[in-house]
């Protein structure tokens, strides 16, 4: 027969409340915008501050920065979180305050070669030689060549042919290899050198286009190898180099009207966080969370003081539920935002505190070596929780350069970029060993084994040092 019995058990349950931070924490920007849009749509209590021009311009309070409104939006906001002062060695960045650069497809979007050009000029050169520079970008062509006459030019610019030179140098060190060169045997001597900096040079190769340009046109290995006094399967080698790894069309990535293409071919993204360089520091922005403004509508939040107030009797029970409900499901909607964008901050300032040569500089070679968990243990939070609040979100850091957050937790980027900058600068007589690397590699706060160096190594086509000696 059946019977019944009544016994206790535990059983752990996740509070509600903590659900909801988590899944708001690991939204991106657009996905919190769509989350936000749906609570203001199923909660009546739930408002989003008026949006409504004021009398002295045309823009929403929330996007005019001399609004009174949007001025109390920031005196409420933590100042030691949002701007902080930072000791640094790298003062060559200047800080435009009127530069308000627009966060959206700042990385692989579509944009001119011309465009592309400025805008690493202006990283990397300032006044007059940024000045002729940016005017002789407008010389190179559809192909990536330089077309124009000097002395015209000189008179154009008022500029003299060393400023000229100077400043055609500068464009000729910029992406992609071989822009702005004035023929094809520059194109790619710019080109091989580019490739030596980077660890993947050829010397040989780049001994025949400087020296031996005719015989090289005529394929005349013979005459090479004697004039070079090297082996013809050498020759053949480096040529077979030329004809692989050079392009003599370098703007072939640009196609009318010159639309970028980048080289992975992913989708424009929208940074969630901005990091951008002032005179006193960073500034941390959380994209969206940052300048939205919800609140609970006045005439709930009246009601509700009343009923906790025992001031609501003349309400049902089924009108008093309604409004606690929605009220307390309002305020922990806003509480959480406002968690999620700290966090967020929280974050990113470790980050941009732990990682500032690379924020300067955006060069890979300044990356340290840092974990989700060194975060979380300087924040005060669990490793889970930065996961959930960095999986699938950006960062524009102030190079504008977007990256996935998950990139700073990555230290084979920057282990890779060492592993080519010490090959590329080790005596050619006695090149360093795969030990030795990986001994230097310690040195500089990367524990790394002698078989990842190899790996690394390898990855990149770098030959072992028994084949790298000359």
Not at 196 to 205: I, S, V
Request: glycine letters at 4%; one cysteine or more; charged letters at 30%.
């Amino acid at each position: 027969m059946p019977t019944q019995d009544q016994s206790q058990i535990q059983q752990q349950r996740i509070d509600p409340k903590i659900i909801q931070a988590n899944t708001l924490l690991q939204l991106s920007s657009l996905e919190l915008q769509e989350a936000i849009e749906q609570e203001i749509a199923e909660n009546p209590a739930l408002e989003m501050e008026d949006e409504e021009p004021c009398s002295t311009c045309e823009l929403s309070p929330i996007m005019c920065k001399d609004c009174y409104y949007q001025k109390q939006v920031e005196a409420a906001d933590e100042p030691d979180i949002s701007i902080y002062e930072v000791d640094t060695a790298f003062d060559f960045i200047s800080y435009d305050p009127d530069d308000d650069n627009d966060p959206i497809g700042s990385l692989q979007a579509e944009v001119s070669l011309h465009e592309y050009l400025r805008e690493q000029l202006r990283s990397v050169v300032t006044g007059r030689t940024l000045e002729v520079a940016d005017y002789l970008v407008n010389y190179v062509n559809d192909r990536g060549y330089f077309e124009a006459d000097f002395l015209e030019l000189t008179l154009e610019l008022d500029a003299t042919e060393e400023e000229m030179a100077e400043a055609l140098a500068v464009i000729q060190t910029l992406e992609p290899p071989g822009i702005a060169a004035r023929n094809l045997r520059e194109c790619m001597l710019i080109q091989l050198r580019y490739l030596a900096d980077q660890g993947k040079g050829h010397a040989l190769a780049e001994r025949i286009v400087r020296d031996c340009w005719e015989e090289m046109i005529g394929h005349r290995v013979t005459r090479i190898a004697r004039k070079l006094r090297t082996k013809p399967e050498l020759v053949r080698e480096a040529m077979a180099f030329i004809q692989t790894k050079l392009n003599p069309h370098p703007a072939g990535g640009f196609v009318a009207p010159h639309d970028y293409k980048p080289r992975d071919n992913k989708v424009s993204v929208r940074p969630d966080v901005i990091v951008r360089r002032t005179q006193v520091g960073y500034e941390i922005d959380v994209v969206f969370n940052e300048h939205i403004s919800l609140n609970v509508n006045p005439y709930y939040r009246q009601i509700y003081n009343e009923i906790k107030n025992s001031r609501g009797k003349r309400y049902s029970s089924e009108e008093q539920k309604h409004i606690v409900d929605y009220v307390e499901r309002a305020d922990l909607f806003i509480k959480n935002l406002n968690q999620r964008r700290k966090t967020l901050r929280n974050i990113t300032k470790c980050i941009v505190e732990h990682q500032q040569g690379f924020m300067e500089t955006g060069s890979r070679l300044f990356l340290r070596p840092l974990t989700k968990v060194m975060v979380a243990e300087k924040i005060g939070v669990h490793e889970s929780t930065v996961s959930r609040a960095t999986a699938n979100k950006y960062i524009q850091i102030p190079t504008q350069e977007v990256l996935p957050f998950d990139f700073f937790f990555q230290s084979s980027h920057s282990v890779v970029d060492m592993i080519t900058q010490l090959i590329a600068n080790e005596d050619p007589a006695h090149p360093l060993s795969d030990a030795e690397l990986a001994k230097m590699l310690r040195e500089r706060g990367y524990n790394v084994a002698r078989r990842t160096v190899v790996k690394y190594r390898e990855a990149q086509k770098i030959l072992s040092s028994r084949h790298r000696r000359r």
